[in-house]
């Protein structure tokens, strides 16, 4: 099994800047694809940014110019830093990764951590 855990969430102004961060542990083989989804109340999970392990980016197109995604594949961690941010922002961040172990994938999740941009 593989674990997830995010850290640096919290309670920010408009316009202001957080840095998320996701470490993998456990029983991982060779993860490709990480990446951090938000969810807000009464709204589906959506795709924030994502990346591959050859440092190929995604983006969703709210966060474009705003935020970028990184990871350090030698300590399994993905980042996010979140410039610019707006009240829409506002949601509960999780982290995800694919992991291969040969032709079996596994999705993980993290258990998430809360964005609040007030206005």
């Known amino acids: 099994q593989v674990q997830l855990v995010e850290s640096g969430g919290g309670l920010v102004q408009a316009g202001g800047s957080l840095r998320l961060s996701c470490a993998a542990s456990g029983s991982i083989f060779r993860i490709n694809t990480m990446g951090w989804y938000r969810q807000s109340p009464g709204k589906q999970r959506e795709l924030v940014a994502d990346?591959?392990?050859?440092?190929?980016?995604n983006f969703a197109d709210s966060v474009k110019g705003r935020f970028t995604i990184s990871r350090d594949n030698a300590k399994n961690m993905v980042y996010l830093q979140m410039n610019c941010l707006k009240p829409e922002d506002t949601a509960v961040y999780y982290c995800?990764?694919?992991?291969?172990?040969?032709?079996?994938?596994?999705?993980?999740w993290g258990q998430g951590t809360q964005v609040t941009v007030s206005s």
């Open positions: 990346i591959t392990r050859g440092g190929s980016t």
């Open positions: 995800n990764a694919d992991n291969f172990n040969g032709p079996v994938v596994t999705t993980h």
